[in-house]
């Protein structure tokens, strides 16, 4: 079937402005994972997802940034008044229902600059 | 936290040659993955390997969680090998910490 994506590919954003990045996973996972990924880095988790429950949050940098998956599929990624450190490529990954053991399905990214 | 370091930061090979790709990590870890990000950016899973040995092709890669380390082997390298490798550990049963990463470039 499909992988995960991601819309849009490129967002260029003014200062102060909001965004909102998409994820779609692959039908039937149940664990859906955010990263941000700066320029020569590894990915740093954002938040995690199980169903439609965020199960964790801690690593969101700040309350500018919020997460949903309000059915358990889809997942949304707001980013209020950006600012030029928020700059990176956002990733989206989803692992099945086997938990643990199983590959974690990472999407083509949302690269994000704030100008 | 837990400090995941990988070594070499960056790699130049010949087409064919052989490489070893280390990451260590500083506490125990009961997950441990290996990836490729293309350099497109796409990052692929190719190993999960808490421990022990396993092989897939050309690449193989060993984890000794008693010592904190994991080994990622690359034979035959192809110019397709080329990109960022990253080892990622958890203590649980979501949480991953990327190390920084290895960047490959296989010269034809």
């Known amino acids: 079937g499909a992988g995960v994506s991601q819309s849009p590919r490129y967002k260029v954003a003014k200062r102060g402005q909001d965004v909102a990045l998409r994820c779609d996973p692959i039908?039937?996972?149940?664990?859906l994972f955010w990263y941000q990924q700066a320029l020569g880095q590894g990915p740093e988790f954002l938040t995690y997802?199980?169903?439609?429950?965020?199960?964790?949050k801690s690593g969101l940098p700040s309350d500018r940034f919020f997460a949903e998956r309000p059915e358990g599929s889809v997942s949304t990624l707001k980013i209020q008044r950006t600012q030029q450190e928020d700059s990176a490529v956002y990733l989206c990954?989803?692992?099945?229902?086997?938990?643990?053991?199983?590959?974690?399905?990472f999407g083509p990214g949302t690269r994000l600059l704030v100008l | 936290g837990i400090q995941v370091e990988q070594s070499p930061p960056d790699l130049i090979l010949q087409e064919g040659a052989n490489s070893t790709l280390r990451c260590n990590f500083s506490?125990?870890?009961?997950?441990l993955q290996w990836f490729h990000q293309n350099p497109w950016g796409q990052l692929i899973n190719l190993f999960y390997?808490?421990?022990g040995t396993k092989q897939n092709g050309r690449l193989s890669a060993t984890t000794v969680a008693t010592e904190r380390y994991s080994l990622l082997y690359i034979s035959s390298s192809q110019t397709t090998d080329s990109g960022v490798y990253f080892c990622?550990?958890?203590?649980?049963?979501?949480?991953?910490?990327f190390g920084t990463g290895t960047r490959l470039k296989v010269l034809a």
């Open positions: 990622a550990v958890g203590t649980g049963t979501y949480k991953y910490i």
């Open positions: 039908s039937g996972h149940v664990s």
């Open positions: 990954a989803s692992r099945g229902p086997q938990g643990i053991e199983e590959t974690q399905y």
């Open positions: 997802f199980q169903n439609e429950a965020q199960l964790d």
């Open positions: 506490d125990s870890v009961n997950n």
């Open positions: 390997i808490p421990s």
